[in-house]
């Protein structure tokens, strides 16, 4: 309760707070109110350990498919197609400008190549995984 208090009174960081919690969870907040966050993440477990079904196991499931990995390589390999879509100056002379405007596109023609890669690494270790996952789930059956 009144957490904007402190826009209303003069001094800005002066104002006092008042924390509401439900009763469940009045001994977590203490907990953290004290700093004990050790005991905070104890209460923790055991109310995640009473709400679980008894025919759940505790470890995680695997990430079967992690498609996230493919959204990343389409981004990246799309900056780098688009990287490479620059195009060379067409200088006649033969100057330092001239010479440092072409380095500067062969430079980022560079970082669009090493953007493809990285994509295709994605992808592949995209499909590594799913591989994977299918050769375990092949296994436990």
């Not at 993440?41 to 493919?70: G, M, Q, T, Y």
Request: one cysteine or more.
């Amino acid at each position: 309760m009144h957490e904007n208090a402190h826009l209303y009174g003069g001094a800005p960081l002066a104002m006092p707070i008042r924390l509401l919690v439900s009763e469940e969870t009045a001994d977590r907040a203490l907990c953290l109110l004290a700093g004990d966050l050790e005991a905070a993440a104890k209460i923790d477990r055991s109310a995640e350990a009473a709400f679980l079904p008894a025919d759940v196991s505790a470890a995680p499931e695997s990430h079967a498919n992690p498609w996230e990995l493919v959204v990343i390589a389409f981004y990246i390999l799309l900056a780098g197609i688009t990287v490479l879509q620059t195009k060379y100056p067409i200088i006649m002379q033969s100057d330092r400008r001239a010479s440092r405007a072409i380095a500067a596109v062969a430079i980022i023609h560079f970082f669009g190549w090493l953007g493809i890669v990285e994509a295709l690494t994605l992808v592949s270790a995209y499909l590594h995984v799913k591989r994977s996952a299918a050769s375990q789930q092949k296994d436990t059956t």
